[in-house]
């Protein structure tokens, strides 16, 4: 964990309504700091604005009230410092993994300009990306040929390749089944130490949460913020044998105790 | 043991095969099929030429008069493939206008649900007083009747890209011109393709209405003039050529699409698909 003056993300006092006046508030005064570097997750009952938290953060939506700031910027539209991945991988069928892997390079500046002259760069940059995640040589493959587990690896290198400073990732193994999941948390895990990115990761595995993260991030239910958090001690790089020792358990426990205090506290009052 | 094993995939293959060939001879047996029992029923019930001749008898007519056919089925082909090219131009531009905004969608959709409404063949008398009868009101009213299938399709196909997909990209700055040239008019393509499968055979009606109430050529004006003098195993000859000319085009039409986008139909019965890389 980095100890900056200013943290990289700063959301205060961040509420979102959706569909006017009478909408459904999503987040009210949710407030959070991220360190630049960092990795935090995001835990929380379902339908607790988790995911309304990644669009903000991004710059997709504008917050109803309150300030998001990122790199010291306020956000005010879409932050192309970011990577995104979601739970479905979202490739398009038409392109083979590495062209998928490529979109983002098509879009953001200044690679997009740099893209025709530089090909053979970029090229090399996302065939690198894709032997990290254990995809080389299915570089020339279709999303279809590949399995769920395989379509989300490269979904994690479409986030990736344009070097985000930023990485979002919304329940992005939720899909998968155990062993998969395992296997792409290590993939993540050495995708963040080789390249230090700031992660926001939004799950409800209370397990994937601290393995992963350095601060564990508890949200209420609807209207969702933050209502407690948990720092994870343990030095990366974490292995798996690690989530089976008691003490692993205990944090898990614990987060899990608070976030179903949280449910029974703000049920009766979610609108 | 093991040596039954490529035995048995060797009776597979076979088996394959066989099936294979059968689809692709099944449609040309069950027209063949149409043609005898239309043939026998008519001579079982001896049912005169005016009401239904024979295959046996069109055919004939076909023979005799295969020259004026030749020119009529040329012209009709020749404004069916025009108003069909328009429609493709238009359609896809509105297309994309409607399925990526929705104020379009909104402003648009409901003349353009009033104008699919009314019966083409109301509009060639205005189109004639316009254009004067012949090529042009053939053209447009294949046009006409053809656009409207494209643009609905094109603008669904356009309409449903996935939020997250929108998101991923929204999110990285991409333009809305950005998400339709990556994303959404890729997508679109399949339907794209699958409303040109309609819109042709459509056209086709088109451009037949127009040359039947105004025109003087074409085989819709051919059948008119045959059935002005009760020809009619010449009006039936004018009907199969145009059923041919329809699925020509249909044809030309899936060939194109499965050309460009196969992965939209991946491991559908082609093997080369699932299995290529």
């Known amino acids: 964990m980095t100890a900056l003056p200013s943290p990289f993300v700063q959301i205060d006092g961040v509420a979102m309504r959706y569909g006017g006046v009478e909408g459904t508030l999503a987040l009210r005064g949710a407030s959070l700091d991220v360190g630049e570097g960092e990795f935090i997750a995001v835990v929380g009952p379902s339908g607790c604005g988790k995911s309304t938290l990644m669009r903000l953060v991004t710059g997709l939506w504008p917050p109803t009230e309150g300030t998001v700031i990122v790199a010291g910027k306020e956000v005010s539209g879409p932050l192309s410092i970011a990577g995104m991945a979601f739970q479905n991988p979202t490739l398009l069928p038409w392109r083979n993994i590495l062209d998928n892997v490529m979109l983002p390079l098509e879009v953001v500046q200044p690679h997009r300009r740099q893209l025709r002259s530089q090909r053979g760069h970029y090229e090399h940059k996302a065939r690198e990306l894709l032997k990290l995640v254990g995809l080389a040589g299915f570089e020339a493959k279709f999303p279809w040929q590949l399995s769920g587990g395989m379509q989300q690896r490269a979904s994690l290198c479409r986030a990736l390749v344009h070097d985000p400073r930023l990485l979002m990732l919304d329940e992005p193994f939720g899909a998968l089944d155990v062993f998969t999941r395992e296997d792409l948390w290590d993939v993540l895990q050495d995708v963040w130490m080789a390249r230090k990115p700031t992660v926001i990761l939004v799950t409800h595995d209370l397990k994937e949460a601290v393995y992963l993260s350095d601060r564990v991030l508890i949200m209420s239910s609807r209207p969702g913020r933050i209502i407690a958090e948990r720092t994870v001690p343990y030095p990366r790089r974490r292995s798996l044998d690690l989530t089976y020792t008691a003490e692993f358990q205990d944090i898990v426990h614990e987060l899990r105790d608070r976030i179903s205090d949280a449910r029974k506290a703000e049920a009766p009052d979610a609108r | 043991m093991p040596a039954d094993i490529p035995r048995s995939a060797e009776a597979l293959a076979a088996a394959a095969r066989r099936r294979r060939r059968l689809e692709h001879a099944l449609p040309w047996l069950v027209i063949a099929g149409m043609f005898l029992v239309w043939e026998a029923a008519v001579r079982a019930f001896d049912i005169q030429p005016f009401i239904l001749p024979a295959p046996s008898l069109i055919a004939e007519s076909m023979v005799k008069w295969w020259q004026p056919l030749l020119t009529n089925a040329w012209a009709t082909l020749l404004t069916t493939t025009v108003g069909f090219l328009m429609a ?190």
């Open chain 2, 88 to 277: 493709i131009a238009f359609g896809l531009a509105l297309g994309v206008a409607i399925g990526s905004s929705v104020l379009v969608y909104r402003g648009l959709y409901p003349l353009l649900i009033a104008f699919n409404s009314v019966p083409k063949v109301a509009v060639v008398p205005i189109l004639v007083i316009w254009f004067g009868a012949g090529f042009w009101p053939a053209v447009l009213t294949a046009f006409l009747i053809s656009f409207f299938p494209i643009v609905v399709n094109v603008a669904t196909g356009i309409a449903t890209v996935e939020p997250e997909l929108r998101d991923v990209l929204r999110a990285l700055g991409a333009r809305p011109i950005d998400i339709i040239a990556k994303v959404g008019l890729p997508r679109a393509m399949p339907y794209f393709f699958a409303s040109l499968k309609v819109a042709i055979t459509v056209a086709f009606v088109g451009s037949i209405i127009s040359e039947t109430v105004a025109a003087n050529e074409g085989i819709g004006h051919l059948m008119l003039v045959a059935s002005s003098r009760f020809d009619v195993p010449l009006v039936f000859a004018g009907l199969i050529v145009t059923g041919v000319m329809g699925v020509a085009m249909y044809w030309v039409a899936v060939t194109i699409e499965e050309r460009t986008t196969g992965w939209a139909t991946r491991g559908q019965n082609d093997p080369r698909l699932a299995t290529g890389g």
